[in-house]
């Protein structure tokens, strides 16, 4: 048999199922490679080993007694360190707040345990999850396995690393701008942002835009499709909610099934038409666009259906988040520039410029999406530039240059946060110098089931799930401490 972490997570769950291969030595395999890569990568900052493998013995008894377990039972995951697991301490990314340890678990944290996976650890994150780059005070910075020098992106960084290389078949992440496709983009995963309402935020009221999404992070679009089935389950006390499939349909199903001929928008101009977009990124959108109509879909150049104004609203609502945090003059001095930046910016900003802004943005969703209410997808690059080296961001010498260089290199992504429709971004293309580069597709609200149709069709047509890092294969020797 092939190396257990050559394995998709549906494949690793079917070797469970039949006994071909143990829960607990699926984990232990998994905890190694976190011991042997996670100095270079930075994907974990916490590891739960004596947690995984109790519930890894666990899950051994059941399977003894025997009957009928879910898709994904005694598969090992991680869960992003912006969710509460009760018991495990949760940074999300700051030293104003590290050590906290959670008092409950998160409703996508007990929906996965239910589901049988097995968490391995927390995921690194950047602080309090807001840049579009995983690098803060409290571990080091996650990393593309494609490339150790460049960024593994944000703020689902570690959790798209790990899955990259192996370390981990799926993780969980979340997205209020681009936190799961923009590291997917990087790291060269699926990455699904699920509608608004799909997979429930709470139990905790943190969120109040609308526009963070759960979803998952996998190497295949069956993978990301049961870890959505497993996910996508109605919470009590939700603000937010989706209409589910019908009885008896799953998203895992809806991947093993075509799509249909579709309606396809794409466009390359971002809401801020000043925006470049790098050539590779667009060649990539190329790609994909010549992919689809030579499987029979009907694809038409459209216009975005964003303005430009929606920087400006996002923006405003972004920084009222930091703005909002409660924390003291200690905790404030230990934030980083830009979080600091951006909490005394949102400190400037009005009730009444935010309640404008907010409006603002709930028109425009409703705009965009009657704008493509037509087409069954949009295509767009998933990104403006391809990865970025480790600290580019922080380079450019100021918070607000900092911001400046997010928004440029990730103009595609936040228009679907605040249109709530769901969103995929694919590895479908790598540069000549190794380098992953998305597509993304978006769906009409609520129809999830059609972007895991199309995406499961365009991996069969140009599969990527054998396509590793070097650091795949690599031993200890090579990967221990950090890039060379």
Not at 41 to 47: D, E
Not at 257 to 264: D, E, M, V, W
Not at 276 to 304: Q, R, Y
Request: glycine residues 10%.
């Amino acid at each position: 048999m092939a190396e257990l972490h050559d394995l998709t997570a549906l494949e690793q769950a079917a070797a469970v199922r039949t006994g071909e291969v143990g829960v607990v030595e699926l984990v232990d395999h998994c905890l190694q490679r976190i011991r042997q890569h996670n100095p270079a990568l930075g994907a974990f900052v916490t590891v739960t080993a004596d947690l995984a493998r109790g519930q890894a013995v666990a899950a051994e008894a059941l399977l003894r007694h025997g009957g009928q377990f879910p898709p994904l039972f005694g598969v090992p995951t991680a869960i992003k360190d912006l969710n509460n697991v009760a018991g495990v301490p949760m940074s999300s990314g700051s030293r104003a707040v590290a050590g906290v340890v959670s008092e409950h678990d998160d409703h996508v944290v007990t929906l996965l345990r239910d589901a049988g996976t097995i968490s391995l650890g927390k995921t690194n994150v950047p602080e309090f999850g807001v840049p579009f780059y995983t690098e803060s005070g409290v571990a080091p910075p996650a990393r593309t396995p494609w490339n150790l020098t460049c960024s593994a992106g944000g703020s689902s960084g570690g959790a798209a690393a790990a899955v990259a290389a192996g370390l981990v078949p799926i993780a969980q992440g979340n997205d209020g701008g681009g936190s799961i496709r923009v590291p997917g983009s990087v790291c060269g995963v699926v990455g699904l942002k699920a509608s608004r309402g799909r997979i429930a935020n709470g139990p905790g009221g943190g969120e109040t835009t609308g526009m963070v999404a759960n979803g998952p992070i996998a190497r295949t679009v069956a993978d990301a499709a049961a870890m959505l089935d497993a996910m996508a389950v109605p919470m009590p006390g939700e603000l937010f909610t989706a209409p589910p499939l019908p009885p008896g349909e799953t998203y895992l199903g809806h991947a093993r099934r075509p799509p249909g001929k579709l309606r396809i928008g794409r466009y390359r101009t971002p809401a801020d038409p000043a925006l470049p977009v790098h050539e590779e990124c667009l060649t990539a959108w190329d790609d994909a666009t010549a992919l689809l109509t030579g499987l029979g879909h009907e694809v038409e150049d459209v216009e975005s259906p964003f303005p430009a104004e929606i920087v400006h609203h996002f923006e405003t609502v972004l920084c009222v988040g930091p703005a909002a945090l409660a924390l003291d003059d200690r905790q404030t001095a230990e934030l980083t520039p830009l979080t600091r930046w951006l909490r005394e910016r949102g400190t400037e900003v009005s009730a009444v410029e935010f309640v404008t802004s907010l409006r603002a943005l709930r028109k425009l969703a409703r705009t965009a999406v009657v704008r493509a209410g037509g087409y069954d997808a949009l295509l767009t690059p998933t990104l403006a530039q391809p990865p970025r080296p480790v600290g580019w961001f922080t380079s450019a010498g100021d918070p607000a240059a900092n911001l400046r260089r997010q928004i440029e290199f990730s103009p595609f992504t936040f228009p679907h946060n605040v249109s709530g429709q769901p969103a995929i971004t694919l590895p479908l293309r790598w540069t000549a110098q190794g380098l992953p580069i998305g597509v993304m597709l978006a769906g009409r609200p609520a129809a999830e089931h059609v972007l895991v149709a199309l995406a499961a069709q365009l991996e069969s047509a140009r599969p990527w799930r054998d396509r590793h890092p070097p650091i795949w294969t690599q031993s200890p020797l090579h990967t221990q401490g950090g890039p060379r």
